[in-house]
């Protein structure tokens, strides 16, 4: 055999190797999933977000001993629960180190105060019931599926960076969701991509459905980046996943829904000099389209917007051009104007405020965001016409 025909029966072979890995891909891959409608919002937020004002404020527990804390998610918990809400976040001694875990505390409706942070999560741990190793632990966000556990839905890593990632899926194992007994294992990894299901990383809160279900706006980040809607049942099975954005510079989508079936994507802007970027559905969720940038600047940073009541949109974001030194509230009606409600935190060109989260539950408006990288802040914001007491 002459090197010509060598080298062409080794194109050959590895034309079909990816073949086969593609159809594999296909064939194992859930179909798009089909029209879905989002619940209402939950709450009975003023009509006029100005009314809004600031009831409670403060920092989160922190774990014992640690220096960092980054990425927090807010979860409503059941009535008659001892606890209003849980936060969990991740923290260690720096971020991406190795002892990295996710955290959690709880508002409890009988004292008006949060318990003593906990790890929940342990890298080590969760690999060892995964079967294999998990280099880093990042971002979390958690979701109440209709049996009533708790999922958590984890950005790790193996080998690489966070382009590297993949989205661990952890349900609850304990018997109870206190604080004290809340306990997590892995269910897997989720199956996004042929390429060892890496570079899809989770940052905001699902959008809740009518049928118990939700809809998790996650990313891609390998060399380009790009939003992906991620579609599970009420149990938490993953049924599908939709693209939101053909940019190559849009990630951390957050969903809201101005009817059952028509959604908005808000996204933060991967370029220098960014706006808030747009895209909606009008189908629940089986066709994306993309709209105009926002008149919001976007220094590469999150944003987190909720469906504060019907008709009426908040977004928190960091409104300067190249800085994280200042975190707004804003609030629109159509989701293309906005108005400044309030800025929650004004600091200097090298301090951080980033990574909110948005929570209506028990009345309020619940904010959280991370401070420096190094702790976790909240606010909550209530009615003026409301009684405004410090506990729910």
Known sequence: MTLVQSAYWRLLWAVVAVGVVLVADLWQRPRPPSMALAAPPQSTAPADSAQLQVVAKGEIPMPAGMAAAHASSLLPMPAGHAAALTIFWFSGDRESGPNVQIAASQYLRATGQWTPARFVVNRFVAGEQLGHGLRRLGNPVAWMDGKGRVNLFVVATGWGGWAASRILHLRQSSVGTSLAELAFEPVRVLPLSWLWNT?????????????????????????????????????????????????????????????????LAFMRDGRPD????????????????????????????????????PGEMLLAHNSSIASRGTLDLSASRDGRNWTLVKTLEQGGFDDEFSYPALLWAEGSLWISYTVDRKRIAWQRMASVAAPAGGKP
Do not use: C
């Open 274 to 309: 960014g706006k808030v970027g747009v895209a909606h559905t009008m189908d629940g969720g089986q066709h994306w389209t993309e709209l105009p940038d926002l008149a919001l600047d976007n220094p590469d940073a999150a944003v987190s917007g909720i469906a504060a009541a």
């Open 199 to 263: 570079s899809f990383l989770v940052r905001n809160a699902p959008l809740g459905l009518q049928d118990g279900g939700m809809v998790l706006p996650v990313h891609f980040e390998l060399g380009i980046k790009y939003p992906m809607a991620l579609r599970f049942d009420h149990e938490g099975g993953y049924r599908g996943m939709v693209r939101m954005s053909r940019r190559p510079y849009m990630l951390q989508p957050s969903v809201v829904a101005q009817t059952p079936q028509q959604w």
